[in-house]
């Protein structure tokens, strides 16, 4: 395989294995899917996969001033991360289902959801740790001297994460025809409470 393709293949697995496990982001993204349609859970997706492609440039090109930085200001990060999780997982529990047809079709309300992932993936420190050790298993941390190679790697790094945010979508949005008034209710209780406690655990993890 020519270099290039093997560095899109590896970026590729690479982003679509950290992306994969299941968390608040996934339930953010399903949710939204369910509620609003696939553009809303397209963009929700695609906030994740630009966080995961950022950590993912600063384990190829070597960053160690940035990843130091990040794990050193941990503390607030996962402080605002937590916060940020709670209010959007209480916000989520209280809301009342609307349907699609009543989501505005703003640019502006597509970006505030690509935002909102990319932030709460970006507070998360665990993540840089996880491009590290999975960067280190394939031999790709810190590509010496080929900015282009590492360039390609970030770029399927973004693809693989894509891959899987628009699979996740794309399952979703399948099933959102079925779910009437009371199972969207509850799509956003469950949905509420899981964002929130993984909030109150980050909050937690701090002490």
Same mark, same amino acid.
């Given at each position: 395989?020519?270099?290039?393709?093997?560095?899109?293949?590896?970026?590729?697995?690479?982003?679509?294995?950290?992306?994969?496990?299941?968390?608040?982001?996934?339930?953010?993204?399903?949710?939204?899917?369910?509620?609003?349609?696939?553009?809303?859970?397209?963009?929700?997706?695609?906030?994740?996969?630009?966080?995961?492609?950022?950590?993912?440039?600063?384990?190829?090109? #070597?960053?160690?001033?940035?990843?130091? =930085? !990040?794990?050193?200001?941990?503390? %607030?990060?996962? /402080?605002? +991360?937590?916060?940020? $999780?709670?209010?959007?997982?209480?916000?989520?529990?209280?809301?009342?289902?609307?349907?699609?047809?009543?989501?505005?079709?703003?640019?502006?309300?597509?970006?505030?959801?690509?935002?909102?992932?990319?932030?709460?993936?970006?507070?998360?420190?665990?993540?840089?740790?996880?491009?590290?050790?999975?960067?280190?298993?394939?031999?790709?941390?810190?590509?010496?001297?080929?900015?282009?190679?590492? #360039?390609?790697?970030?770029?399927?790094? =973004? !693809?693989?994460?894509?891959?899987? %945010?628009?699979? /996740?979508? +794309?399952?979703?949005? $399948?099933?959102?025809?079925?779910?009437?008034?009371?199972?969207?209710?509850?799509?956003?209780?469950?949905?509420?409470?899981?964002?929130?406690?993984?909030?109150?655990?980050?909050?937690?993890?701090?002490?």
């Amino acid at each position: 395989m020519p270099g290039g393709l093997n560095f899109v293949f590896k970026g590729l697995i690479v982003g679509f294995v950290i992306a994969a496990p299941a968390g608040p982001i996934g339930v953010l993204c399903a949710r939204r899917a369910l509620m609003y349609g696939r553009r809303a859970g397209f963009f929700s997706g695609m906030g994740a996969a630009a966080a995961d492609a950022f950590y993912g440039f600063i384990a190829a090109f #070597g960053l160690t001033f940035v990843s130091d =930085f !990040l794990v050193g200001h941990q503390f %607030w990060i996962r /402080l605002a +991360g937590g916060v940020l $999780l709670i209010l959007l997982g209480t916000k989520t529990l209280i809301t009342e289902p609307r349907g699609k047809r009543d989501l505005p079709k703003s640019a502006k309300k597509f970006a505030g959801m690509f935002t909102s992932t990319f932030f709460l993936t970006l507070t998360n420190p665990m993540t840089i740790f996880s491009f590290a050790a999975v960067f280190a298993g394939f031999g790709l941390a810190g590509i010496k001297g080929s900015a282009t190679s590492a #360039g390609i790697l970030v770029s399927g790094v =973004f !693809l693989g994460s894509a891959l899987w %945010w628009l699979l /996740l979508v +794309g399952i979703f949005t $399948l099933f959102k025809r079925r779910f009437k008034h009371h199972e969207l209710q509850w799509v956003n209780r469950i949905a509420g409470v899981i964002i929130a406690g993984s909030g109150a655990m980050a909050l937690l993890s701090l002490r």
